[in-house]
Every structure is written in structure tokens, then in C-alpha cells.
């Protein structure tokens, strides 16, 4: 349902988002995730236009296919061979929590790899 107050238009969706709502959302994330339209910049075209799927609702369609993904395709952690010692990039860090630096220096070297072999090879 779509609605006016002033010059400001609202649209209010009830219940199940169907099908055509559905195929709507995922080829606007496609889109922009295929081309340079940051997050800022498709929520400014879609102030101009009630036609067009909100920022928040692709926002959240984007959620739900990166799910799907990690379920059917999960990520894998590897070793990366570079032995190259951590050279601070600043004077001064801009994390300071001691847990949070560990994790980082734990994670130095591990790379993610999502395979999808054995769907090809089905």
C-alpha cells in the first residue's frame, strides 16, 4: 500500500512478499552488486522512486542469499604461505583491544576458499 502525507510518500507492505516482489529484490541486489552503485547511491535513487525495492529491503534479501550460499557452498579456511613479518601501518593502532589483536595475529596467513567441485561434478 502506498500513501501520502505532504510531499513525503510512504509504502507499506502486509503479509507474504510474493514471487514478483521476491525476483524483484534478488536482480536489484544483482544489480548492484555487478555494477559501481554503492549503498548511499542506490538508496538516493530510490527516494525518487516508489516503483524501486528499498535500500533496507535489499539490504536484507542480500542477507538471506549470502545464507543460502554459506549453507550450500561454506567457506573453507587455508593456510597462505607468506612469510612476510607484520609491519605496523600507523604510529598509533587503531585497535587497542588485546583480544581483538590476538585474533587478528591468529588470523595472519589464513585465507577463505569456497569450492563448488562437487556441485560440478553432480
Known amino acids: 500500500m502506498t500513501f501520502g502525507v505532504r510531499k513525503d510518500l510512504f509504502q507499506v507492505d502486509f503479509g ?3 514471487d514478483e516482489i521476491k525476483l524483484k529484490r534478488t536482480l536489484t541486489v544483482k544489480a548492484i ?18 516503483d524501486l525495492i528499498k535500500e533496507w529491503a535489499v539490504s536484507e534479501e542480500k ?23 607484520p609491519e605496523p601501518l600507523e604510529d598509533t593502532p587503531a585497535i587497542t ?12 596467513g589464513n ?3 569456497r569450492s563448488i567441485i562437487r556441485y560440478l561434478n553432480t
Not at 64 to 78: F, T
Request: charged letters at 25%; proline letters at 7%; glycine letters at 8%.
Open 16 to 18: 507474504e512478499v510474493d
Open 33 to 50: 552488486d555487478q555494477g559501481p552503485i554503492s549503498r548511499d547511491g542506490y538508496r538516493a535513487i530510490t527516494s525518487l522512486s516508489n
Open 63 to 85: 542477507a538471506i542469499i549470502n545464507k543460502e550460499m554459506q549453507d550450500k557452498i561454506p567457506i573453507s579456511i587455508i593456510k597462505l604461505n607468506g612469510d612476510c613479518p
Open 97 to 108: 583491544d588485546p583480544e581483538v589483536i590476538q585474533v587478528i595475529h591468529e588470523s595472519v
Open 111 to 113: 585465507g577463505g576458499q
